[in-house]
């Protein structure tokens, strides 16, 4: 079973800048296509951004393009995501998922194994 560990989210200004990690120590990130995705309060789970397992395809949802940008750091075995310019609307909690599929995707039936997730709050 593919664990996945999140960090970096807490307490930023609008504005600020955050950036989420999320690795593993028991499989390689690289062969999975990895997902970002965040719940606030009260409602659904969104896809944020994801990288394919291959060639590094990237998505990103359109409330957070242009501020929001996913990598991999494949000698780290961890996958980030870059968050700048953060307003209140991105607070949430924030999970990173692993599946194994074509292409890009966020579509939650499509990943197999989740974290437990970081918090990100945006407040003055």
């Known amino acids: 079973q593919v664990q996945l560990v999140e960090s970096g989210g807490g307490l930023v200004q609008p504005g600020g800048s955050l950036r989420l990690s999320c690795a593993s120590s028991k499989f390689t990130l690289d062969y999975y296509g990895i997902g970002w995705f965040r719940q606030a309060p009260g409602k659904e789970r969104e896809g944020v951004s994801c990288?394919?397992?291959?060639?590094?395809?990237?998505y990103y949802a359109d409330s957070v393009k242009g501020r929001f940008t996913i990598s991999r750091d494949n000698t780290k075995n961890t996958v980030y995501l870059q968050m700048n310019n953060l307003k209140p609307e991105d607070t949430a909690v924030y999970y990173c998922?692993?599946?194994?599929?074509?292409?890009?995707?966020?579509?939650?039936?499509?990943?197999?194994?989740w974290g437990r997730g970081t918090q990100v709050t945006v407040s003055s």
């Open positions: 998922a692993a599946g194994q599929f074509r292409g890009i995707t966020t579509s939650i039936s499509n990943y197999d194994f």
């Open positions: 990288i394919s397992s291959s060639f590094g395809s990237t």
